[in-house]
């Protein structure tokens, strides 16, 4: 069993910026590929970007590649998802979920993972 928790949304002006983290608790945190969804009011919930258990993996959407960063601190037992230039397009309730093994070709399907948190809202004013 693993639990998440979102932290670090809030409201931004566009082309600012803001730090999300997912904390963990429960099993062993590096065993776990992680992803960071988001869901626009009345839009179906998308892929952000993801990130394998080591790190040494990642995978971005289109629509933030260039502007967005996911990482991760094993030690801490957290992922962090760094946005920059924020558009208001990307105003979202922001979720982290975590898998049990990181597909670098179908990472943005929802099925792939197991455990979600419960989302921290990032709104994005023009």
């Known amino acids: 069993q693993v639990q998440l928790v979102e932290s670090g949304g809030g409201l931004v002006q566009a082309g600012g910026s803001l730090r999300l983290s997912c904390a963990a608790s429960?099993?062993?945190?590096?065993?776990?590929?992680i992803a960071w969804f988001r869901q626009a009011p009345g839009k179906e919930r998308e892929v952000v970007a993801a990130i394998s258990g080591s790190g040494s993996n990642t995978a971005y959407a289109d629509s933030v590649k260039g502007r967005f960063t996911i990482s991760r601190d094993n030690a801490k037992n957290t992922v962090y998802l760094q946005m920059n230039r924020l558009e208001p397009e990307d105003t979202a309730v922001y979720y982290c979920?975590?898998?049990?093994?990181?597909?670098?070709?179908?990472?943005?399907?929802?099925?792939?993972?197991?455990?979600w948190g419960q989302g921290t809202q990032v709104t994005v004013s023009s």
């Open positions: 979920a975590a898998g049990n093994r990181y597909y670098s070709v179908t990472y943005y399907r929802e099925s792939v993972y197991t455990y």
């Open positions: 429960g099993r062993t945190f590096s065993d776990y590929a």
